[in-house]
T-cell receptor, first 114, second 112 residues
């Protein structure tokens, strides 16, 4: 079974703090993604990466950065957390090739910024 | 206009009912289509892909209408365990990358 894990299920931070969200996948997938999910808005893509050290902006990259130093790990960084970044953050991975379409999600991190 | 639109529901149906969800998408270049299921406080998981010819998986039937740019999901003989949010997803291939667009989801509650 594909397994995608995220470092925390729940996180509470203060405005201005630097926040690291870690994601690890064990299926040797090339592609990794960070989304945020908010009620009524669905999943919105923040950043994605299709290879080590490669990153591409998604639809809402402002206020976020990412790091992919190893194939299995994709980190999302909030340089200075703000209250409008309170959300559910979901990491996903997928392979290249015939099954590239299927994204496997981690359990999510519910971040609250006070 | 959202790229993928779904009726948010909620749909409240009794056990055994048949229920159908529709989803419309705006980008005619969309090339593959999916339904994902998301349980409360859980991550989305792939339910089924949607093929042009329509496809069935047990009690679930998915259909695609490219001309009208909509996708449907039909659930027959609803079970309590079908209660979840169903996300419509469309995918556009862009070189190396898949650009997947998620709908906001349709919430289904199946009641005894």
């Amino acid at each position: 079974d594909v397994k995608v894990t995220q470092s925390s299920r729940y996180l509470v931070k203060r405005t201005g703090e630097k926040v690291f969200l870690e994601c690890v996948q064990d299926m040797d997938h090339e592609n990794m993604f960070w989304y945020r999910q908010d009620p009524g808005l669905g999943l919105r893509l923040i950043y994605f990466s299709y290879d080590v050290k490669m990153k591409e902006k998604g639809d809402i990259p402002e206020g976020y950065s990412v790091s992919r130093e190893k194939k299995e790990r994709f980190s999302l960084i909030l340089e200075s957390a703000s209250t409008n970044q309170t959300s559910m953050y979901l990491c996903a991975s997928s392979s290249l090739g015939g099954t590239a379409d299927t994204q496997y999600f981690g359990p999510g991190t519910r971040l609250t910024v006070l | 206009r959202k790229e993928v639109e779904q009726d948010p529901g909620p749909f409240n149906v009794p056990e055994g009912a048949t229920v159908a969800f529709n989803c419309t998408y705006s980008n005619s270049a969309s090339q593959s289509f999916f339904w994902y299921r998301q349980d409360c406080r859980k991550e989305p998981k792939l339910l089924m892909s949607v093929y042009s010819s329509g496809n069935e998986d047990g009690r679930f039937t998915a259909q695609l209408n490219r001309a009208s740019q909509y996708i449907s999901l039909l659930i027959r003989d609803s079970k309590l365990s079908d209660s979840a949010t169903y996300l419509c997803v469309v995918n556009i291939y862009r070189g190396n990358n898949n650009d997947m667009r998620f709908g906001a989801g349709t919430r289904l509650t199946v009641k005894p």
